[in-house]
């Protein structure tokens, strides 16, 4: 069975909500929608307070190249606009909606039906991804037009769809696949079109053959599209380690997948597009994982973007009493949440509650030298060289040690049999060395 | 025998000689002419290498001392804030000219986050680097402008100047701070600030941050500047500013006439090295940042 070639750990699964079907949760009473929602600049608002919004309305536009919409998840009245507290912990610009009645845009397609026929161009397809906000739901939230729009001189070739769901816990886009199995179809027909390219296929990990069977079920359908089953292995839902494992092509550092005639997308994303470009419907909810061992009902809920996360943990059995870290994301890649009175937001996957046992850390000892990082790392880094280099301050020696190749996955941290902070000392290398360049390209 | 010696002796000593004559040519040469001047004005210097005029260590600053004497007969803007003006005077003589005198400078922390007044809500358990907590979250206090307290400005710091106190857990500047500037390099939150020494070692100033509005400021930290602008309005001489929810006093203005302390609701601006107030004797009893002063037994007991 396929997988990436360097690297790789296997955690423990723990995928406790996998049979947990989607639940719709009830929407708040009030929401906040963070005007910073994907990679690049925040958007800007375009109402103002006390303006009536339905759902789906645009509420914030990305102005820049790498920037995306933003529209209303609620129907109700404009709060205020101001600063909130987002993931990071750090108070952002957000927009506050109270909620009166649940009204929608006239043209959004609330009907369940199916609908197969693609009737829009390329063109089309692209503007229509830009206009109703998508992103990419795998994490990153890198703005989903961006990688439609293909560099001129280079060609797409194959379209990768991301189902490998790596991260131990998450079970989102797991659930999404088995029952949401023909719009994801039909949203990665609208990406192949808007791409150009001839063939799809879609990665999924060997822990999900329900999911797997479903879907080559239906691809029978669709030209094109395949389904390939990978081995269970983590960071496998990195985008270079996607294509490597699914094409055995190598994208050389500090290059775009486009290079070898790739482009990734999530199987969230798809769903979306397909919402979007058939529906008619922004992105303004999505499919989060609440989870954790001591959690009394774990499971998967389609939640609309800007509800706190208290509402999502009390719909799962309300806060466990050991609760130590509240991470959103994975295990792996997650962030820990200083509050949990902080809005979901297009990119939170998952939100994940560790006992306080399992929350500490380890003391970090001493480096014992076994190499293991090394062996582990899936971009074939030395993440002890480039933590000590970090720890040391030489920022030189991190940047010839190929840190910003460094996709973060944590594989390094996790297998440290002494426990030390590799990661966090490489992210802390990263953000000099990329300040450092920056500063390099402004003179 | 005494050959042997005779002859290594005449063949070393004609090898010698030669080299000693191409040598003296190479160097005629090749000869760096550098102006004694220097040489003498690194003399002067205290040798700490700590960078804080600028220059790469006190080489290159006398160097650019000597340059810009040359150029345009004066060294304004070049100073060495380790040696202070008696080091720039004796340095000015070397060079021939009346070096202007300068105020002294120290750091001074502007938080009072201590453990007390700003409580933990989260458990920070990565490296104990502040650049690095800084980047992760807002901090353990939840105040996103305050002093994280993992003591970068500590290990920055060339000449044992600043600490970390066990019990409030910020930093404390000693008096043999030399305002080289290495801690406010350091800290990822501009919380230090180089500020004149004051008359009598006396200072006052807004010992916080934030910009936050006043309560969202306020619910973190009891010290807080919540930006009421009660000091801007008493102060007579115009030297506070009020700027994005945070007060500044600007000690080229300040006359230490202290009104604003008094006025400050929260206690957000300190006083350093003051005499007791007569009407308020207790609440100055230690007259060294009077709001973060805790009983050193009492907080060892809590600690158990």
Known sequence: MKTFKIGGVHPPENKLSTDRPIEVLAIPAQVIIPLSQSLGAPSVPVVNKGDAVKVGQLIAKGEAFISSNIHSSV????????????????????????????????????????????????????????????????????????????????????????????????????????????????????????????????????????????????????????????????????????????????????????????????????????????????????????????????????????????????????????????????????????????????????????????????????????????????????????????????????????????????????????????????????????????????? | MNDIIIYAVIFLGVVGAASAVILYFIAQKFKVIEDPKIDEVEGALPAANCGGCGFPGCRGFSEALVKSVNEKQSIEGLSCPVGGNDVMAKVAAILGIVAEEKEPQIAVIRCSGSKENAPKKINYDGPATCAFAHNLSSGESGCPYGCLGCGDCVAACKFDAIYMDEVTGLPVVKDNCVACGACVIACPRDIIELRNKGKKDRRIFVSCMNEEKGGIAKKNCSVACIGCSKCFKVCPFEAITMNNNLAYIDYEKCKLCRKCVLECPTGAIHELNFPPRKEKVAEVESNVEPKIEVNKDQSLDTKE
């Open chain 1, 75 to 443: 129907s109700g009245k404009v709060l205020k606009i101001d600063e909130a507290m987002d993931q990071s912990g750090y108070r952002r610009q957000a927009i506050f909606i109270t909620v009166e009645g649940d009204e929608w845009m006239e043209d959004i397609d609330r009907s369940a039906e199916l609908k197969k026929e693609i009737t829009l161009t390329k063109e089309e397809i692209v503007s229509k991804v830009k206009e109703l906000g998508i992103v990419g739901l795998g994490g990153a939230t890198f703005p989903s037009h961006v990688k439609l729009m293909v560099p001129t001189g280079k060609k797409a070739e194959v379209l990768i769809l991301n189902g490998v769901e790596c991260e131990p816990y998450l079970t989102a886009d797991h659930r999404l696949m088995l029952e949401k199995g023909e719009e994801l179809m039909v949203g990665i027909k609208i990406l192949m079109k808007g791409l150009d390219v001839k063939r799809a296929v879609i990665g999924i990990e060997n822990n999900k053959l329900d999911a797997i069977g479903h879907l080559k079920n239906i691809a029978k359908d669709f030209d094109g599209i395949e389904v390939e089953a990978l081995k269970v292995q983590y960071p496998q839902g990195g985008e270079k380690q996607l294509i490597d494992a699914v094409l055995r092509r190598q994208v050389p550092s500090g290059k775009l997948p486009i290079e070898v005639g790739a482009v990734v997308h999530n199987v969230g994303t798809a769903f979306a597009v397909y919402e979007a470009v058939q529906k008619n419907k922004p992105l303004f909810e999505r499919v989060v994982t609440v989870t954790g061992k001591n959690v009394k009902n774990p499971g998967n809920f389609m939640v609309r973007v800007g509800t706190s996360i208290n509402e999502l943990i009390e719909k799962a059995g309300g806060l466990p009493e050991d609760t130590g870290k509240i991470v959103s994301g994975g295990p792996m890649m997650g962030k820990a949440l200083n509050s949990v009175d902080v809005p979901v937001v297009k990119g939170t996957s998952g939100i994940l509650l560790f006992k306080e046992k399992e929350a500490r850390r380890v003391d970090p000892t001493n480096c014992i030298r076994c190499g293991k990082c090394i062996t582990v790392c899936p971009m074939g880094l030395e993440p002890v060289l480039l933590a000590q280099y970090a720890e040391l301050e030489m920022w030189e020696n991190v940047e010839a040690e190929r840190a910003l190749d460094c996709i973060e996955c944590g594989s390094c941290q996790y297998t440290c049999p002494a426990g030390r902070p590799l990661l966090d000392y490489i992210r802390l290398g990263k953000f000099r060395v990329g300040q450092i360049i920056r500063n390099r390209s402004k003179k």
